[in-house]
């Protein structure tokens, strides 16, 4: 269907390509006229291009980028008109190949005397052939249709690479500022939670040590005891959120549902997952919720 819908387009670009050669030529010398007549030859080469990428994207499964320029779209369909009518070429060769090499059952059930079988049979054998070499010209004009858009539309090999350094660049500088912040929340939690707590529980030793009275001695050490309580829950909760031992003990899901008891706010956790995913997978999705 790709190359039929091909060779359809081609009929339309072949005429294009020719008018917008034609209309050129007589403002070839005359700037301004040839920006007004090529600022409409290019915007119907993009609606055209567009097309085509629809087309590609469609029936060939292949993805062309957006970012191309005007002047790029119509070179592009300066070169594709040919490969759209070879492209009809070889359905017109399939479908002759495909009626000759079937020719045989037609007769043989119409026709009830067949005085000439051998001519039948190098007929049919004829056609197979040709439907055969018409099948694999299907898939070479694909492949060419795929690497001329590829070739003209999308970037080149050194803007490609420069995009992917730039993507890897970008996200290793958001690599390193999560770093940074999971850090600086690491250090805040310490300082304001696990430090005051064992500042707190400090100072309430001290004042047990240096109190004369056994009743308030007791209750100063029960208040010591509980902030080393809330100390302790504090470095696991600490701990907790650096890595947690759930999810290596038992699993995304039950970490997930560790998470999901741990909020402030009602959530119920959609598990759907048939098995466990990877160490690496499951820590990142861990993460992300």
Same mark, same amino acid.
């Given at each position: 269907?790709?190359?039929?819908?091909?060779?359809?387009?081609?009929?339309?670009?072949?005429?294009?390509?020719?008018?917008?050669?034609?209309?050129?030529?007589?403002?070839?010398?005359?700037?301004?006229? $040839?920006?007004?007549?090529?600022?409409?030859?290019?915007?119907?080469?993009?609606?055209?291009?567009?097309?085509?990428?629809?087309?590609?994207?469609?029936?060939?499964?292949?993805?062309?980028?957006?970012?191309?320029?005007?002047?790029?779209?119509?070179?592009?369909?300066?070169?594709?008109?040919?490969?759209?009518?070879?492209?009809?070429?070889?359905?017109?060769?399939?479908?002759?190949?495909?009626?000759?090499?079937?020719?045989?059952?037609?007769?043989?059930?119409?026709? =009830?005397?067949?005085?000439?079988?051998? @001519?039948?049979?190098?007929?049919?054998?004829?056609?197979?052939?040709?439907?055969?070499?018409?099948?694999?010209?299907?898939?070479?004009?694909?492949?060419?249709?795929?690497?001329?858009?590829?070739?003209?539309?999308?970037?080149?090999?050194?803007?490609?690479?420069?995009?992917?350094?730039?993507?890897?660049?970008?996200? +290793?500088?958001?690599?390193? =500022?999560?770093?940074?912040?999971? +850090?600086? $929340?690491?250090?805040?939690?310490?300082?304001?939670?696990?430090?005051?707590?064992?500042?707190?529980?400090?100072?309430?030793?001290?004042?047990?040590?240096?109190?004369?009275?056994?009743?308030?001695?007791? +209750?100063?050490?029960?208040?010591?005891?509980?902030?080393?309580?809330?100390?302790?829950?504090?470095?696991?909760?600490?701990?907790?959120?650096?890595?947690?031992?759930?999810?290596?003990?038992?699993?995304?899901?039950? @970490?997930?549902?560790?998470?999901?008891?741990?909020?402030?706010?009602?959530?119920?956790?959609?598990?759907?997952?048939?098995?466990?995913?990877?160490?690496?997978?499951?820590?990142?999705?861990?993460?992300?919720?």
């Amino acid at each position: 269907m790709g190359l039929i819908t091909g060779a359809a387009a081609a009929v339309i670009e072949l005429p294009f390509v020719v008018l917008a050669g034609l209309a050129m030529l007589p403002v070839a010398a005359w700037p301004a006229g $040839r920006r007004a007549i090529l600022r409409f030859l290019l915007a119907c080469a993009r609606g055209l291009t567009k097309f085509e990428r629809l087309r590609l994207k469609l029936w060939l499964r292949v993805s062309v980028s957006p970012a191309y320029t005007d002047m790029a779209a119509l070179r592009y369909l300066a070169c594709r008109w040919a490969l759209g009518l070879l492209g009809g070429v070889v359905m017109l060769s399939v479908a002759i190949g495909l009626g000759y090499g079937t020719s045989w059952i037609y007769i043989w059930l119409l026709v =009830d005397d067949v005085r000439n079988p051998g @001519a039948i049979t190098y007929g049919s054998l004829g056609g197979l052939f040709l439907l055969f070499l018409a099948v694999q010209g299907m898939f070479g004009v694909a492949e060419l249709e795929g690497r001329l858009a590829r070739r003209l539309l999308g970037p080149r090999h050194q803007e490609e690479l420069e995009r992917r350094i730039a993507e890897l660049s970008a996200s +290793r500088a958001a690599v390193v =500022d999560a770093v940074h912040d999971e +850090r600086r $929340r690491i250090e805040r939690d310490l300082h304001d939670g696990v430090q005051q707590r064992l500042v707190a529980l400090g100072m309430l030793l001290g004042r047990a040590r240096r109190s004369q009275d056994g009743d308030r001695r007791d +209750r100063l050490l029960r208040q010591a005891h509980e902030e080393s309580r809330q100390a302790l829950e504090d470095l696991r909760e600490v701990a907790w959120r650096i890595y947690p031992t759930t999810l290596d003990e038992a699993g995304l899901h039950a @970490a997930l549902e560790t998470v999901a008891e741990r909020t402030s706010v009602p959530v119920r956790v959609e598990y759907d997952l048939v098995e466990e995913p990877e160490r690496a997978m499951a820590t990142v999705a861990y993460f992300v919720v």
